[in-house]
T-cell receptor
Framework: AQKITQTQPGMFVQEKEAVTLDCTYDTSDQSYGLFWYKQPSSGEMIFLIYQGSYDEQNATEGRYSLNFQKARKSANLVISASQLGDSAMYFCAMSVYAGGTSYGKLTFGQGTILTVHP | DVKVTQSSRYLVKRTGEKVFLECVQDMDHENMFWYRQDPGLGLRLIYFSYDVKMKEKGDIPEGYSVSREKKERFSLILESASTNQTSMYLC?????????????FGDGTRLSIL
């Protein structure tokens, strides 16, 4: 079974500063993927970034980057130059490939609420 | 852009009623999912489907059933609603069986069972 742990229930950051949201995972599978989603107060889930377990480079998407440390089983999200619109709940999630029959199922962490102060 | 549409944003039902939550996606995705979201618990998978008429239980299927008669539509059914099923329900879809495809979500349905 897979498990995702997000240990920070809430985080605060000043506008224009960088912030790191923590995510650790547990799986015995060698092939897996890690995802980050953003959920604003309106409720929709927005896909931010993906990292595959065999990817050698850390994933980046604009102001988002994923600090992937495989040996530590961590996949932290780094948001650079925070904006007020970044205030939201952030979820880390994992899928495992298991011979190609994962069906894309995701296991989610509990989430971290990020508040950006002006 | 992928569009996943859930039939209601807010829904209020009574204990014992049969409740239908509908979800439609417009991108010919193979996989569809139903989650419930509760504070402090994240999203938990109720059921998923990887093809028409195919369904698999997720982590918390008790009290729920699903139907996928057409590829684009995935329905969640609460057979006899109970107050502990008051929650936010999210539908999602993804392209295929590969684990590297992101799921695309609907806006969610906030369901209250009185």
């Amino acid at each position: 079974a897979q498990k995702i742990t997000q240990t920070q229930p809430g985080m605060f950051v000043q506008e224009k500063e960088a912030v790191t949201l923590d995510c650790t995972y547990d799986t015995s599978d060698q092939s897996y993927g890690l995802f980050w989603y953003k959920q604003p107060s309106s409720g929709e889930m927005i896909f931010l970034i993906y990292q595959g377990s065999y990817d050698e480079q850390n994933a980046t998407e604009g102001r988002y980057s994923l600090n992937f440390q495989k040996a530590r089983k961590s996949a932290n999200l780094v948001i650079s130059a925070s904006q007020l619109g970044d205030s939201a709940m952030y979820f880390c999630a994992m899928s495992v490939y298991a011979g190609g029959t994962s069906y894309g199922k995701l296991t989610f962490g509990q989430g971290t609420i990020l508040t950006v102060h002006p | 852009d992928v569009k996943v549409t859930q039939s209601s944003r807010y829904l209020v039902k009574r204990t014992g009623e049969k409740v239908f939550l509908e979800c439609v996606q417009d991108m010919d995705h193979e996989n569809m999912f139903w989650y419930r979201q509760d504070p402090g618990l994240g999203l938990r998978l109720i059921y998923f489907s990887y093809d028409v008429k195919m369904k698999e239980k997720g982590d918390i299927p008790e009290g729920y059933s699903v139907s996928r008669e057409k590829k684009e539509r995935f329905s969640l059914i609460l057979e006899s609603a109970s107050t502990n099923q008051t929650s936010m329900y999210l539908c999602a879809s993804s392209l295929d069986r590969g684990g590297n495809q992101p799921q695309h979500f609907g806006d969610g349905t906030r369901l209250s069972i009185l």
